[in-house]
């Protein structure tokens, strides 16, 4: 009886010094969260500091689409042969449109669009006939302050 109370006292001491961490294992413990939690931390304002940019773009995108689509949708030949007093509202003919920039979408009538005074127009319009046809490239150029430009061309005959 006495050796087993003895041995049964010796494995609880042996458990007892077993059971705690020491200050040293928990100092390194909390180095290595830190330095996990940094990296973790630093992949997570990244992405969100750029997570803006595909709508930003998906905006000028949809500009870009809606002036040219404005435009092409116009003739190729002016109807009335004159361009004298014309605003954008009255444009009548593809090349009217040649030169223009807009600081800030704005729409037929000349009324800014909320929310998008940050961007700015160009259209450019040129003659590319082809075999006797006639033909208009139009350039739309959307920029935002501080990116990048997205530009979309198209092409109109005159048939």
């Known amino acids: 009886m006495t050796v087993r109370h003895n041995m049964t006292k010796y494995l609880s001491h042996t458990a007892l010094l077993q059971a705690g961490a ?3 294992e928990l100092i390194l413990t909390i180095v290595i969260i830190s330095v996990a939690l940094s990296g973790i931390l630093s992949i997570v304002n990244l992405t969100v500091s750029h997570s803006a940019d595909p709508m930003v773009q998906r905006q000028a995108i ?3 689409e809606s002036y040219l689509e404005e435009i092409m949708l116009l003739p190729v030949t ?3 042969g004159s361009n ?3 605003t954008r509202a009255s444009y009548d003919n593809i090349s009217d ?3 223009l920039s807009d600081s800030g979408a704005i729409d037929q009538n000349n ?3 909320a929310g998008l005074e940050n961007y700015t127009v160009d259209v450019t319009v040129t ?3 082809l075999s006797g046809v006639a033909m208009k490239k139009i350039t739309v150029s959307v920029t935002r302050t501080g990116t990048d430009s997205i530009i979309l061309t198209g092409y109109r005959a005159n048939y």
């Open 78 to 80: 002016d109807p009335n």
């Open 62 to 64: 949809s500009i870009a």
């Open 97 to 99: 449109y040649d030169g």
């Open 22 to 24: 020491t200050l040293v």
């Open 127 to 129: 003659d590319d006939s």
């Open 111 to 113: 009324n800014p669009i």
């Open 84 to 86: 004298a007093g014309e």
